[in-house]
């Protein structure tokens, strides 16, 4: 038997993951499992650093609440979705995109990649289990789960079973991202509007409600895009703009606008970019306060930067408005009956309201952390942050999209990785130490 085998058998003994210790305070069954690392959601923060980790040898497991990986991208998206940004700045470590596919893949693509991607690296997750829990207690993390028997749709739980899965583990992966959980604001009056209410996560298509009248609440890139959708379905859309936004064309002079800024930031300061970007912008939809989008003060890209506050990309939600194929309110007041009541005093009536609300973490819910783990927005304290202590960190929280997933996985893969050939090391070097001091006794 070699050293390194030695030392793999010695730490299948190891007390540090065979021996309970310390129990975590939410107390366990009987029955666990063991694994060095548990990552918690098969999206594309959980596939990536799942790939990483396996290529390097550093057992895991993969938990999944839902029945497939991408869930989100599957279950709560629109069917028009496309990637908002190039696809070279979209790819997961170790793994392009095809080549035949286009700039700016379609959600069926990338629903096709992510599939590829995960069975290139031998990825299985573990369908329909949600974590319900973890916890450190001084010595490992503990994270209980419970099987899942209803997916959760719109604002809604999943329903769980009553059974209960424990794995124990010394690094944990918190893989959930920033929008695992619909946002559906309180609105007065929203129990007794007699129309149809939903969050746009349920939303799929326009078709159905032509010269229906819709109100979608929200203009990030999703209020914008379901708006379109439902105007090219022939849709009388309207959207409300509560907040300033930055809306830029996605691309100009024949270049992705979010190619461009990086480049441009290459060589100048963000203000100067900004203003770049800005006077191209106008150049090319106008002036969008005049249409009802106020700009903020503050200039996209540092915006971006300060705040996390994404530019919206717009691909052609703005000539319809301009048209008046879809008209723009301000915030809402109430719902009434059959109407909505807005801020500036107009009532006008509705025949489907769809939130464009966004998500939030659920990282709170479940993480019995408070240090890493804002408990206010479910993101970490520190922006960017990928790391945490005893073991913890965070993929798919730097609001940085995709890009910003493989910039995690790859660093957090990194440090789990050298830390574990530490450890074997560690016990390669007792080992080779105890079989000289037996030889000095032979």
């Given at each position: 038997?070699?050293?390194?085998?030695?030392?793999?058998?010695?730490?299948?003994h190891d007390p540090l993951y065979r021996n309970p210790g310390a129990l975590p305070a939410t107390g366990f069954p009987v029955?666990?499992?063991?694994k060095l690392v548990v990552i918690v959601g098969a999206g594309p923060a959980g596939l990536a650093t799942a790939a990483l980790?396996?290529?390097?040898?550093?057992?895991?497991?993969?938990?999944?609440?839902?029945?497939?990986i991408g869930s989100l991208w599957r279950h709560r998206t629109y069917d028009r979705l496309c990637l908002h940004l190039p696809?070279?700045?979209?790819?997961?470590?170790?793994?392009?995109?095809?080549?035949?596919?286009?700039?700016?893949?379609?959600?069926?693509?990338?629903?096709?990649?992510?599939?590829?991607?995960?069975?290139?690296?031998?990825?299985?997750?573990?369908?329909?289990?949600?974590?319900?829990?973890?916890?450190?207690?001084?010595?490992?993390?503990?994270?209980?789960?419970?099987?899942?028997?209803?997916?959760?749709?719109?604002?809604?739980?999943?329903?769980?079973?009553?059974?209960?899965?424990?794995?124990?583990?010394?690094?944990?992966?918190?893989?959930?991202?920033?929008?695992?959980?619909?946002?559906?604001?309180?609105?007065?009056?929203?129990?007794?509007?007699?129309?149809?209410?939903?969050?746009?996560?349920?939303?799929?298509?326009?078709?159905?409600?032509?010269?229906?009248?819709?109100?979608?609440?929200?203009?990030?890139?999703?209020?914008?895009?379901?708006?379109?959708?439902?105007?090219?379905?022939?849709?009388?859309?309207?959207?409300?703009?509560?907040?300033?936004?930055?809306?830029?064309?996605?691309?100009?002079?024949?270049?992705?606008?979010?190619?461009?800024?990086?480049?441009?930031?290459?060589?100048?300061?963000?203000?100067?970019?900004?203003?770049?970007?800005?006077?191209?912008?106008?150049?090319?939809?106008?002036?969008?306060?005049?249409?009802?989008?106020?700009?903020?003060?503050?200039?996209?890209?540092?915006?971006?930067?300060?705040?996390?506050?994404?530019?919206?990309?717009?691909?052609?939600?703005?000539?319809?408005?301009?048209?008046?194929?879809?008209?723009?309110?301000?915030?809402?007041?109430?719902?009434?009956?059959?109407?909505?009541?807005?801020?500036?005093?107009?009532?006008?009536?509705?025949?489907?309201?769809?939130?464009?609300?966004?998500?939030?973490?659920?990282?709170?819910?479940?993480?019995?952390?408070?240090?890493?783990?804002?408990?206010?927005?479910?993101?970490?304290?520190?922006?960017?942050?990928?790391?945490?202590?005893?073991?913890?960190?965070?993929?798919?929280?730097?609001?940085?999209?995709?890009?910003?997933?493989?910039?995690?996985?790859?660093?957090?893969?990194?440090?789990?990785?050298?830390?574990?050939?530490?450890?074997?090391?560690?016990?390669?070097?007792?080992?080779?130490?105890?079989?000289?001091?037996?030889?000095?006794?032979?």
């Open positions: 038997m070699d050293c390194f085998s030695e030392a793999e058998g010695k730490r299948s029955g666990f499992t063991d980790l396996g290529l390097a040898g550093v057992p895991y497991v993969l938990i999944e609440r839902c029945n497939c696809k070279k700045f979209c790819e997961l470590p170790l793994m392009p995109f095809p080549l035949d596919f286009p700039t700016y893949p379609t959600r069926e693509q990338f629903l096709e990649y992510l599939e590829s991607y995960a069975t290139t690296f031998g990825i299985e997750p573990k369908f329909r289990e949600a974590v319900v829990s973890a916890e450190f207690n001084g010595d490992s993390w503990w994270v209980r789960t419970k099987g899942v028997t209803s997916l959760a749709s719109g604002g809604e739980q999943p329903k769980l079973a009553g059974n209960v899965n424990m794995y124990r583990c010394k690094w944990l992966v918190v893989a959930t991202g920033e929008n695992a959980e619909p946002v559906v604001p309180e609105i007065e009056g929203s129990a007794r509007f007699k129309g149809q209410l939903m969050h746009s996560s349920d939303y799929r298509s326009g078709e159905g409600y032509a010269d229906k009248r819709v109100l979608v609440v929200g203009c990030g890139n999703s209020g914008m895009e379901v708006s379109l959708d439902l105007s090219n379905h022939n849709a009388r859309a309207s959207m409300v703009v509560r907040d300033k936004v930055h809306v830029l064309p996605r691309e100009m002079l024949g270049r992705s606008t979010f190619g461009m800024s990086l480049w441009l930031l290459k060589w100048f300061p963000v203000q100067i970019v900004d203003r770049i970007l800005l006077m191209m912008s106008r150049a090319i939809i106008g002036d969008t306060s005049r249409l009802g989008i106020a700009r903020p003060r503050i200039g996209p890209m540092e915006l971006k930067a300060v705040s996390g506050k994404t530019p919206v990309l717009d691909v052609g939600t703005i000539a319809k408005i301009k048209s008046g194929n879809i008209e723009v309110f301000p915030a809402m007041q109430r719902f009434h009956d059959h109407d909505v009541e807005f801020i500036d005093g107009r009532i006008e009536n509705f025949d489907v309201v769809i939130l464009a609300t966004g998500y939030r973490s659920n990282v709170p819910y479940w993480l019995k952390d408070k240090d890493f783990f804002s408990e206010k927005d479910g993101f970490p304290k520190k922006s960017k942050e990928w790391k945490g202590q005893n073991g913890l960190y965070a993929v798919g929280f730097s609001k940085r999209g995709l890009l910003g997933v493989s910039m995690d996985a790859m660093n957090i893969s990194e440090d789990i990785v050298q830390q574990w050939r530490d450890m074997r090391m560690e016990d390669v070097r007792e080992i080779m130490s105890n079989r000289r001091a037996t030889c000095l006794f032979d």
